[in-house]
């Protein structure tokens, strides 16, 4: 019998708070993801800090090839970011993104050439730097209109750039992850920008952590603005 049964049984039976049909998949993916693993530790752990939410979006975003995509490297006005917040990430993205952006400490970043971009990009070439370990808000986030994607960075609305179906399955799944595990583990998100500026101002892996963690309301209002966004798509 397998030991992760008890996990497997939680996720049958939790929401995530997004749309029913977005949720269904995340479960599934999540519940798949959990049956593959040996370990019930290392499954709950992999819940816990959004590995497998990651790789149930991943897996998701992979069976997909959007047309007529304006995206391409130096185009980073999707890079401006709004806000103090930048985007929901997991802990194990946070973890990545730290790792790749810390050894680039002291560096001019981003912010060098615009006060709201991520703190992740080139400021001369606007590539990014961490780019293979980019969460998914930045993997699903495309456009098919560079003049759109301008308009948006500059607090206009315009048609072109969007968020990709997967971006909200992965949403789903980490709020699955978090109802499942409700009362034995912690389940954080954290905000990009945070994470980003922590990293590349030379913070320890704990104090970027600390910096970026969100409270657990601002998941549950992301979920709201994901099946609110479904719902108008």
Request: proline share 5%; charged share 20%; aromatic share 4%.
């Amino acid at each position: 019998m397998s030991k992760t049964l008890p996990l497997l049984d939680r996720l049958k039976k939790v929401r995530s708070g997004s749309a029913p049909a977005v949720t269904d998949g995340a479960q599934r993916g999540l519940m798949a993801y959990v049956a593959a693993q040996s370990d019930v530790g290392r499954a709950t752990k992999e819940l816990a800090d959004g590995t497998a939410a990651t790789g149930v979006g991943r897996v998701a975003l992979s069976g997909l090839s959007p047309r007529g995509l304006a995206c391409s490297n130096g185009c980073a006005f999707c890079c401006i970011l709004s806000g103090d917040d930048g985007g929901t990430i997991t802990e194990s993205e946070a973890v990545a993104l730290h790792r790749a952006l810390s050894p680039l400490s002291g560096q001019p970043d981003g912010r060098a050439w615009h006060p709201d971009a991520c703190p992740s990009l080139d400021p001369e070439t606007r590539s990014c730097r961490a780019y293979d370990a980019r969460p998914m808000i930045c993997r699903a986030y495309v456009s098919t209109d560079v003049e759109a994607c301008k308009a948006v960075s500059e607090g206009q609305a315009a048609n072109g750039p969007g968020t990709l179906g997967p971006y909200h399955t992965y949403l789903a799944a980490i709020g699955l992850s978090r109802a499942a595990l409700k009362g034995v583990k912690r389940v954080s998100t954290y905000a990009l920008s945070k994470v980003a500026a922590a990293a590349v101002d030379g913070a320890s892996l704990e104090d970027t952590l600390a910096a970026g963690r969100h409270a657990p309301s601002e998941l549950e209002a992301e979920l709201k603005r994901s099946k609110r966004d479904l719902s108008r798509s």
